[in-house]
């Protein structure tokens, strides 16, 4: 298999996503709102207005879930999903750490600072940790 370090993108990003399959942004917040982390409900809603918020279109209604932790009770949290029609986005949540990441997977440009504004104000995140890969730079546009 032949393996290569994938280029990171900055705000300048829409020709090189436009000449290969997409931008996939991770987003990792630190120092959240605990409370916040845990409402299932505001994790839902973050889910269903997100897609709108960065110009996708919500193909299913998000789907979320708690976690108990397992046999790590401390692990406990929401995770959730939404399929686009671009792909998808996710997002998990540690609230006794006070910890999120999101993944935003999209085979057309969107505006990043948007997604990670919107994340960071519905979860209070105080320090974010941000990463933005190319995907698919070998991506056949016609067959």
């Known amino acids: 298999m ?3 370090n994938l280029p ?6 829409k020709l090189a996503v436009q000449n290969a399959y997409g931008l996939h942004l991770t ?12 409402n299932m409900n505001l994790v839902f809603r973050v889910l269903d207005k997100l897609p709108e918020i960065i110009g996708m279109h919500k193909i299913t209604t998000p789907y979320v879930m708690p976690y108990d932790g397992d046999k ?4 406990w949290g929401i995770s959730g999903f939404v399929m686009i029609a671009e792909s998808h986005i996710s ?34 995140i105080k320090e974010i940790e941000r990463n933005e890969v190319i995907r698919g730079l070998k991506f056949p546009k016609s067959g």
């Open 72 to 75: 790590k009770p401390e692990d």
């Open 27 to 38: 987003l990792d917040g630190y120092g959240c709102d605990k409370a916040k982390l845990g």
């Open 8 to 13: 990171l993108v900055g705000k300048n990003s």
């Open 91 to 124: 997002v998990h949540t540690y609230p006794e750490k006070g910890y999120v990441t999101a993944d935003v997977y999209s085979c057309n440009h969107f505006e990043s600072d948007k997604a990670i504004d919107f994340l960071a104000k519905a979860f209070g």
């Open 2 to 4: 032949n393996q290569k």
